[in-house]
Nanobody
Framework: QLQLVESGGGLVQAGASLKLSCAAS????????MSWFRQAPGREREFVAA????????YYADSVKGRFTISRDNAKNTVYLPMNSLKPEDAAVYYC????????????????WGQGTQVTVSS
């Protein structure tokens, strides 16, 4: 079993930066693909970014490419999401998720997820 706890959310102005973290407890963190999803009020949960087991493979939603960067530190059981040039449309609850197997952009494919951290972006 893997437990995930997100942190780093907050209220910022458009154009600012935030760095989200997701700390995992449990075994074999390095065996998991790690991803970030987000959900804004009234909207479907959407894929943001994913990283493979060894950090060699990353994948991003088009809406965040060039602004967000996913990374992981397997020694610290942590995955990060620095977010730059934030826009009001980036405001959402951000969730960390983990799965064994290949990277997926589908929320239901993930086996473990955190409680989420709120990101609010004012215009």
């Amino acid at each position: 079993q893997l437990q995930l706890v997100e942190s780093g959310g907050g209220l910022v102005q458009a154009g600012a930066s935030l760095k989200l973290s997701c700390a995992a407890s449990g075994r074999a963190f390095s065996d998991y693909v790690m991803s970030w999803f987000r959900q804004a009020p009234g909207r479907e949960r959407e894929f943001v970014a994913a990283i493979g087991w060894s950090s060699g493979h990353t994948y991003y939603a088009d809406s965040v490419k060039g602004r967000f960067t996913i990374s992981r530190d397997n020694a610290k059981n942590t995955v990060y999401l620095p977010m730059n040039s934030l826009k009001p449309e980036d405001a959402a609850v951000y969730y960390c998720a983990a799965r064994r197997g290949a990277i997926s952009t589908v929320w239901d494919d993930y086996e473990h997820w955190g409680q989420g951290t709120q990101v609010t972006v004012s215009s």
